[in-house]
């Protein structure tokens, strides 16, 4: 149901915005928005696997940014760009483990952990570039062709009159959504994410090890914050030590609007998707209308907040029926 009404917003947004601006259903505009939000998307799915088990992660931006400086760094120092990537994302699952020993062997709450790792990572990116963005325009075409590189659709047949230039970022987007979509439905193990989220107590009981459970969700959501550092590398060729600062608010909120609930237990891939497909109309409709980027901004918490609120709201009187049911 969360899903179909945000279908429902997202499809009136546009039909009012296509009033208000004759450039809003333009093919370049669409392209924007699908670029905008094909790379943060893949975060958003790692932070959706994460609130379901019932943690959170602060770091997302400063991860990616730090998977952007190593790989950038690597390349630099002469290392094969893809081996360079893959040093950035390992960098970053290894992030992941360091945080989620802090919260499954030492009881520290993920907020804190991730706060604290928020601050330490951006500080380690700004001390090994001095603070100076990396320039990589010599990367190899071959590697850009991840970020920047399209492929042709054809549509002819179905009455469209042109071919369609699909980025790749866009494609390789459409196929982290899929795998994690399935896994999470029909995969054990991501049942468990589930599980632990709903009643942790009740989960141990099952014979479910959380901890083991939280561990990878931490990790793998830092795996992926690297997966998307390392295509902003290729599609800017740069890696500036301050990329990604506040991120993570766009991340959280769109897998909360999606039905991610910070309670931990509930949220769907395609709900997250959805949500960051919001923010991005939204966004797209603010710079056509002229908003002032810092009312922009406004308006983005707003609706972080809005979405928080009702999330608290539907938990509240979730956990009521509950009480009810039980007495």
């Known amino acids: 149901m969360r899903e179909f009404g945000l279908v429902l917003i997202i499809l009136a947004l546009c039909v009012a915005m296509s009033f208000a601006s004759p450039y809003f259903l333009s093919w370049g505009n669409f392209r924007a928005m699908l670029m905008s939000f094909s790379i943060e998307g893949i975060v958003v799915v790692g932070m959706t696997v994460l609130l379901i088990v019932g943690a959170i992660d602060l770091s997302v931006g400063s991860v990616v940014c730090f998977a952007m400086v190593v790989a950038g760094t690597a390349f630099l120092a002469g290392i094969d760009p893809w081996t360079a990537s893959l040093a950035g994302i390992v960098a970053c699952a290894l992030i992941g ?3 989620a020993s802090f919260v499954t062997l030492i009881g520290l709450h993920s907020f804190i952990v991730s706060l604290a790792f928020m601050v330490i990572v ?20 071959g590697f850009k062709f991840i970020g920047q590189g399209t492929v042709p659709l054809d549509l002819r047949s ?19 959504v899929v795998v994690f979509d399935l896994l999470l439905r029909k995969a054990t193990v991501f049942r468990k994410v589930f599980y632990t989220g ?36 290729a599609r800017f060729g740069a890696a500036p030590p301050t990329f990604g600062v506040g991120m993570e608010l ?23 998707i959805l949500g960051i497909a919001l ?14 980027p810092v009312w922009q901004d406004v308006i983005r918490g707003m609706i972080l907040l809005a979405a928080v609120t009702i999330d608290h709201l539907l938990h509240t009187r979730k956990r009521a029926r509950g009480a009810v049911r039980a007495g």
Request: proline share 4%; charged share 10%; aromatic share 6%.
């Open 97 to 99: 483990v360091a945080m």
């Open 122 to 141: 951006r500080g380690l990116c700004l001390a090994i570039t001095d603070g100076r963005p990396l320039s990589l325009f010599s990367l190899p075409p």
């Open 158 to 176: 179905l009455g469209f009159a042109q071919v369609y230039d699909v980025p790749v970022v866009i494609l390789i987007f459409l196929a982290v």
């Open 198 to 233: 709903s009643n942790e107590k009740a989960a141990q009981y099952s014979g479910i090890r959380t901890n083991r459970v939280k561990f990878f969700c931490i990790v793998l959501c830092s795996g992926l914050s690297g997966v998307a550092g390392v295509l902003y590398m």
């Open 250 to 272: 766009n991340i959280i909120a769109a897998a909360v609007i999606g039905g991610a609930s910070l309670k931990g237990g509930s949220g769907t891939i395609l709900g997250a």
């Open 279 to 292: 923010l991005s109309v939204v966004s797209s409709s603010l710079t056509l209308l002229d908003v002032p």
